[in-house]
């Protein structure tokens, strides 16, 4: 067996997709990784990456994506993924190509490309340069089973073909009803992001696809997803490991794009035990001024303490909170903070915060249960309503926040959650989780094991 010393002279390149919830669990697969003795190389596009100076133990190289700048400002997912993929794959092999030459002369190697699934290129690329790859999963694999589904829920009219989509003019019997073999799924949580769905089915499906990659690794864990493992499992003929979660098992990391506020700790500090809701959407989701409007009012008058996260230019037509609606900063000076950027892990993990409104993000998902945070659900895009629907009917520690955002019913969200009988079950079973989480991440644990078989066969490619 190889000594963890010797594993130095083998470089991992790393190659994340840029948006922050993607880059997030890559790093934190660097850190596992370099943890266990490899050498990192992250790969990165020049749109979106993380800053070199945050990551000592880590070096970088840029791969030129050519992003046309109206691809990068439609903020069409389907086409900026596409693009990237067509862009990138050229790039890449010369990336590799130059790093091999350079190994030829000293001791090192490159041991595997580890690319995330939307940059499916990278197994192209390692393919053609001769290099072993695996694919990391960003999302959960209760996404990954409805992905995989989409091609049979269009045959069997879920959702209509191309021009047609339109969620508000589809059945309402059928957007609401649970899809067969897909609970808690209906078609209204299919993960379709546009009116025309086709360009998306295509990405994810060749995002899904598995030619030459030697194995899957997946930002989840056992005690959460286990049985749906076994059933997405059956569909490849590679291993899987579930590692997760990634931001537990890896040395902690500055994996924010954004600069966080950390003074909201000391505001966080102030509050009394599990009173306060923080309420952050993410990095990429965004609302009208009505809806901000709404969101303020409804947070004001629960009583609630809480800190809210309004990204900048997160409020559609403003920098940032100008459009906060007239009397709110004055309602809120004893109850609220508001800021632009969390250290979200940290607060998550503080003895004030009782409570989590969230878009559902597959790494906030991950970061509130691990820290038995029960959670408000209000899925925007993406995977979102998929996890969502996991949080409220599977792992019961969500209430769903649906339809148009309006004071009254957040005001009463809030209460259900932080003082309501519903909230303190939700609370229980949030910590049931968190201590199962940190079984699973212990010696012996299933994520613990996974790592270990996952870093043997590393060595053995
Ligand atoms: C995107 C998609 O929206 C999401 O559905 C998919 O699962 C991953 O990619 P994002 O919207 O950014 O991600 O959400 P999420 O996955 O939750 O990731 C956000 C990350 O930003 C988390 O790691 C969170 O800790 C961090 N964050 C968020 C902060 O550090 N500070 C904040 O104020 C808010």
Redesign the pocket.
């Known amino acids: 067996m190889e000594e963890r010393g010797q594993r130095s002279n083998r470089r991992l390149v790393l190659v994340p997709c840029p ?4 880059i ?1 669990p890559m790093l934190n697969l660097g850190s596992l990784l370099h943890s266990k003795g490899f050498s990192i190389v992250i790969a990165h596009t020049h749109f979106s990456h993380p800053h070199p100076s945050g990551f000592p133990n880590f070096t970088f190289a840029s791969i030129p994506d050519f992003l046309p700048k109206d691809v990068l400002s439609s903020g069409d997912a389907a086409a900026i993924t596409a693009n990237l993929n067509t862009n990138c794959e050229g790039p890449l092999r010369q990336v590799l190509s130059d790093m091999m030459a350079q190994d030829g002369a000293t001791e090192s190697k490159i041991s595997c490309v580890i690319y995330d699934s939307l940059m499916y290129c990278a197994e192209a690329a390692a393919y053609y340069v001769k290099l072993p790859s695996m694919a990391l999963r ?2 959960s694999i209760g996404t990954q089973l409805i992905f995989s589904e989409l091609p049979r829920l269009q045959k069997e009219g879920y959702f209509p073909p191309k021009g047609m989509f339109n969620p508000h003019i589809v059945t309402d019997n059928k957007l609401s009803d649970i899809i067969p073999g897909a609970y808690p799924l209906r078609c209204k949580d299919l993960p379709l992001f546009t009116s025309d769905p086709e360009p998306m089915v295509q990405v994810i499906a060749t995002a899904l696809d598995i030619k030459t990659s030697s194995a899957i690794l997946w930002n989840t864990v056992d005690c959460l997803e286990e049985q749906l493992s076994d059933q997405v499992q059956k569909q490849y003929h590679v291993p899987f490991f579930s590692l997760g979660p990634l931001h537990k098992v890896a040395p902690s990391l500055p994996t ?1 794009i954004l600069e ?1 506020e950390t003074d909201c700790l000391l505001w966080l500090d102030k509050q009394a035990n599990d009173s306060v809701i923080y309420v ?1 959407l ?4 965004s609302m009208d001024e009505r809806e901000f409007a709404e969101t303020a009012w409804g947070l004001a008058n629960s009583g609630q303490p809480f800190l809210w ?1 309004v990204r900048p230019g997160s409020v559609r037509g403003s920098e940032w909170i100008e459009l906060s609606p007239e009397g709110f900063e004055e309602a809120i000076q004893e109850t609220g903070c508001v800021i632009r ?5 940290d607060v998550l993990a503080h003895r004030a915060v009782g409570g989590f409104w969230t ?1 559902c ?4 998902t991950l ?1 509130s249960i691990s820290e038995g945070v029960p959670m408000i659900c209000q899925p925007c ?4 309503n998929v996890n969502a629907r996991y949080l409220c009917h599977v792992w019961r520690v969500g209430l769903e926040l649906e339809g148009d955002l309006d004071q009254k019913e957040i005001e009463q969200a809030v209460r259900r959650l932080m003082v309501g009988e519903e909230g303190k079950e939700m609370r229980l079973r949030a910590a049931a989780l968190k201590d199962q989480i940190k079984l699973s991440i212990r010696k012996g644990g299933s994520s613990h094991t996974a790592i270990e078989e996952l870093v043997n066969l590393i060595i053995s490619l």
């Open positions: 948006p922050q919830g993607h997030t960003t999302s924010s966080e952050s993410g990095s990429l989701a996260v950027w969390a250290p979200q892990k878009h993000g597959w790494n906030s970061e895009l993406f995977d979102q």
